[in-house]
């Protein structure tokens, strides 16, 4: 299974910010919408990614600032990114070795779209069913 297939069950919506934002502007943003991670864009450009963990940095060195403080200011810009072509087992392995839990899809430099590692690992799961499905099959002789 591809990463493609993922998104195609999933959805393509990406939620966005802008670098220019307040942090807590960006956790509205996340609550609303009950996700964990922003995508920061500036135009058509992704320049960041701004997590949980990013806000919860943030909230334990300076509480008072996330009000006032960007978001530019709290993202994360050394983006690890996947193209909609990865296998997914390929994404897994890129998130674990990276100890990342949202990964943005772009296809010609473009924003497709963002997996989570619950997404990838809901596909894994998948296919793991189907295999063993088919297995099962052919050991009772149920192939057609």
């Known amino acids: 299974m591809r990463i493609r297939?993922?998104?195609?069950?999933?959805?393509?919506?990406?939620?966005?910010?802008?670098?220019?934002?307040?942090?807590?502007?960006?956790?509205?943003?996340?609550v609303e919408h009950n996700i964990?991670?922003?995508?920061?864009?500036?135009?058509?450009?992704?320049?960041?990614?701004?997590?949980?963990?990013d806000v919860l940095r943030l909230g334990a060195t300076d509480p008072a600032s996330l009000g006032t403080r960007s978001v530019s200011d709290a993202m994360t810009t050394e983006?690890?990114?996947?193209?909609?072509?990865?296998?997914v087992d390929y994404a897994a392995g890129i998130m674990t070795a990276n100890r990342i839990r949202h990964l943005p899809i772009v296809d010609g430099g473009r924003l497709v779209g963002v997996v989570s590692i619950g997404d990838v690992?809901?596909?894994?799961?998948q296919e793991k069913e189907v295999e063993n499905r088919y297995l099962r099959d052919y050991i009772q002789g149920a192939v057609r």
């Open 121 to 125: 690992v809901n596909a894994l799961k």
């Open 36 to 53: 964990g991670a922003v995508i920061v864009m500036e135009e058509e450009s992704i320049v960041g990614i701004l997590t949980e963990r």
């Open 79 to 87: 983006l690890v990114v996947g193209v909609a072509e990865d296998l």
């Open 5 to 30: 297939d993922v998104l195609d069950r999933k959805g393509r919506e990406v939620v966005t910010v802008s670098p220019g934002g307040t942090v807590h502007e960006a956790m509205r943003v996340l």
